[in-house]
């Protein structure tokens, strides 16, 4: 998606050969239009699909997840990183490690919100080991529900999260994919691998 | 704001005289079209008003302000609950005490993305007691910024936050203020003083 390859070169700060920082558009400040083109690219990805409900984890994954949403008219479900008081106890939960912040938090979502009856993709912001979307399949799972796919704004190819899921049969779709952070410097994988 | 009244009339649960739990379109599942509406009407309230930047926070004022954002061609700042590893120490830093969750947060916003030159609309999906408005408000003084005002998406009116922040001069703008939640049942304050 080359809007985002763009404000990924423009903004996008590599910190070290792991670690790529996109702080000023996608997770702590949001750029509204590009989440409604990101929204729209999901939809174009997945148009051979019906979709009855996106399935993302907060925060990050929300902005995009809720363009995604207006565009297709389905609802947005996001897992809570740890319960709260005002949540029931009928919970689906999973756990999902965290190697940023190197913590482990149960992930949970009210089963009211996702049943057997649901075709669900799953959306979030980066896929690295793919962590958290190992746990939002869990839950998926546990709801009996059929999961279309996954849609991820920023793939770290390095990484084996996106290799790890595709061979277990898992549709995944990277708007970006980013092959090396070596030297300070992005290089995206090659458009046919995207 | 007629449609979110007739949503929260709708799908609403009254869990307690001070417990409204709004999970189905808000702050669990969220309903995107609704979400657009709401943006929409925040941005009518506040159009008299310059806004460079919208503050929200984690995770609940993410999909309003968005929405938000995207009208009025403003990117969006949420201030983070927890410091992330992969922030620098370069922030803005408050404290905010949920009663709900019974527990104590920093709140952190980068200082890369708000300034004295920043007009900022704040945005919050619930007002009770103002801890969090409180805590944005302390982070936009810390920046220097000039706040125009408060939107927030439900007001619980029998809370004393909206009155402490309006008797400070704070323009606050509800879309739907609930005066009582006694005997289960949700009675909003009248349109005159909404």
Redesign the interface.
Known sequence: MKLLHDKIMQEGKV?SSS?L?V???LN??????L??EIGHEFANRFADQVITKILTI??SG??P???L??EI??????A?KRK????SDNLYTSKVHSF???ETNDIS??R??LSEDDNILIVDDFLANGEAVKGLLDIAAQAGAHVVGVGIVIEKGFQDGGKLLREQGVRVESLAIVDSLEDGKVTFATEARA
Request: glycine letters at 4%; zero cysteines.
């Open positions: 910190l670690v920082k702080d000023s558009f702590h400040q949001i750029d509204p239009l989440m409604k907060e925060s929300i902005a997840s809720v363009m949403g207006l008219g389905a609802p947005v479900v996001f809570r709260s008081l005002t949540l940023t912040k190197n979502v009210s009211n919100f």
